[in-house]
T-cell receptor
């Protein structure tokens, strides 16, 4: 159980184009999804927290107009990198949790396999 | 925000028991401790989670002392496939914020034959 998928697994695009990454929880309903970015040989960096049906909360330094997040259902969240540039090339990872058990939840994050974005 | 400190790297051999310790001196009362394993170009995989004392599952054990200022992930009889980066994450999502969702640098565990 607790499987999270991401699509695509790898994408190469030209500078200036937009890229959409999908994150799906396959066998559970995710009230909350998280988006991370990871550069080579570095740790994961949280970009934003996405709650179903509401606007995403972005971490400091992350441009919300550049990284558009939509969490329209309990099983799907999307991250759109708008007007991508080479410096946006990275490994993007989503995670999902079901936090409906209460305001303070121990629920674990389950991670997707990641999406490798390369901007030429 | 509970900050974690782990050794940058560790080496061991196949068949050995490996213990990775994480320090989290300012852990909050509601914080849980979760360990993840990550292989290159893959998302992290949940290993184990605990609050206090000892937790054991089919892949690992987690030891947490009474003061909860540290935790130790124990991997019994490691194999080459256990070579990965291991992260400890301390905190809880409180609904209003993402405190505790900051990954530290992790521990790069290298298992040799």
């Amino acid at each position: 159980g607790a499987v999270v998928s991401q699509h695509p697994s790898r994408v190469i695009c030209k500078s200036g184009t937009s890229v959409k990454i999908e994150c799906r929880s396959l066998d559970f309903q995710a009230t909350t999804m998280f988006w991370y970015r990871q550069f080579p040989k570095q740790s994961l960096m949280l970009m934003a927290t996405s709650n179903e049906g509401s606007k995403a909360t972005y971490e400091q330094g992350v441009e919300k107009d550049k990284f558009l997040i939509n969490h329209a259902s309990l099983t799907l969240s999307t991250l759109t990198v708008t007007s991508a540039h080479p410096e946006d090339s990275s490994f993007y990872i989503c995670s999902a949790s079901d936090l409906r058990r209460g305001p303070l939840s121990t629920d674990t994050q389950y991670f997707g396999p990641g999406t490798r974005l390369t901007v030429l | 925000l509970a900050k974690t400190t782990q050794p940058i790297s560790m080496d061991s051999y196949e068949g050995q028991e490996v213990n990775i310790t994480c320090s989290h001196n300012n852990i909050a009362t509601n914080d849980y401790i979760t360990w993840y394993q990550q292989f290159p170009s893959q998302g992290p995989r949940f290993i184990i989670q605990g609050y206090k004392t000892k937790v054991t599952n089919e892949v690992a054990s987690l030891f947490i002392p009474a003061d909860r200022k540290s935790s130790t992930l124990s991997l019994p009889r490691v194999s080459l496939s256990d070579t990965a980066v291991y992260y400890c994450l301390v905190g809880v999502y409180s609904g209003g914020g993402a405190d505790g969702l900051t990954f530290g640098k992790g521990t790069h565990l290298i298992i040799q034959p």
